[in-house]
């Protein structure tokens, strides 16, 4: 008679049934291939402001380098923001032709305020500190100014729900990219003040910004790609490169300029037809 509670010989028990990690793993903590770019986007700022930090803003303290910005620790930080750009673009498109995971909304937003936020307000900081005829306490103020704006506009965009295709203020990466521009042109400090002020607006205002797809998505990335190479022109000292990266700089000032007037315009446009078209439905 055997024991119940002994093996027979000779059998021997099937091992349970394992899960693989992944399954084990909660849906909500599964990273997708969108959130992988997400991470890079955020590796990118922090790296931006490392550069800042290492190569301007110590040597400035110390006197072991340059008087001003130095030009290839800027150049770094400026591409380093430029290249999380692209990985928000990307990480966007991704998600769309494959999947996101539950936290990539979260993790998105959480990216873009290191690369997007902290970045260019640490840039504005900097530049406070180290520019000649700038003042810190001012600097810090319009650094402030617009670490809130993105901090605002993140928040919103988790909110406010848009039609498609839109944005309601000025995108962050735009904002960002706008306000080391106004930085990089080495304007009189009262005027790059105002401006960076101005974009901070922009980032929190209900006008309306086409989403990067398609067309304009290509546009997109064709200009970052040309404006990293206008900033190596500039900081290997290339012959123009410093008239080229002035160029590049206004250009980007110049489009967040005339973009609200473009849709300001068509909105109003839109406004005029449809009164048109209702006064019109009225005397029939």
């Known amino acids: 008679m055997t024991d119940p509670e002994t093996p027979a010989a000779g059998w021997v028990p099937e091992p349970a049934e394992e899960e693989s990690a992944e399954d084990d793993m909660p849906l909500s903590l599964r990273l997708s291939i969108a959130d992988t770019l997400t991470l890079g986007n955020a590796t990118c700022g922090f ?40 990985f928000d673009l990307f ?40 520019a000649v005829d700038a003042h810190q306490k001012m600097s810090a103020l319009a650094a402030i ?47 790059t003040l105002l401006a960076i002020i101005g974009v901070a607006w922009l980032m929190v205002s209900r006008v309306e910004y086409p989403k990067p797809r398609g067309v304009l998505a290509v546009a997109m990335l064709c200009w970052i790609i040309s404006a990293m190479g206008l ?22 000032i110049a489009m967040a300029a005339t973009i609200p007037l473009f849709a300001t315009t068509r909105k109003a446009n839109t406004f005029r037809h449809n009164r048109r078209e209702a006064r019109a439905a009225t005397l029939r």
Request: contains cysteine.
């Open 91 to 130: 990480d966007g498109i991704v998600a769309r032709k494959l999947r996101s995971s539950p936290m990539g909304a979260e993790l998105d937003n959480l990216s873009d305020l290191i690369s997007f936020g902290l970045a260019p307000a640490y840039f504005v900081l900097v530049y406070g500190m180290v």
């Open 231 to 252: 900033l190596a022109a500039w900081a290997f000292d290339a012959p123009g490169g410093q008239l080229l990266l002035q160029a590049g700089c206004a250009l980007q």
């Open 145 to 191: 100014v617009v670490l809130l704006a993105v901090v605002l506009r993140l928040a919103r965009f988790s909110c406010v729900t848009m039609k498609d295709g839109m944005f309601q203020g000025m995108p962050s990466p735009f904002g960002a990219l706008t306000v080391v521009s106004i930085v990089l042109l080495e304007l009189p400090f009262v005027p």
């Open 47 to 86: 790296m931006a402001v490392y550069f800042t930090t290492t190569g301007i803003l110590i040597p400035h303290l110390t006197g072991s380098g340059e008087s001003g910005m130095a030009r290839n620790s800027a150049a770094t930080a400026v591409i380093l923001m430029l290249l999380a750009a692209v």
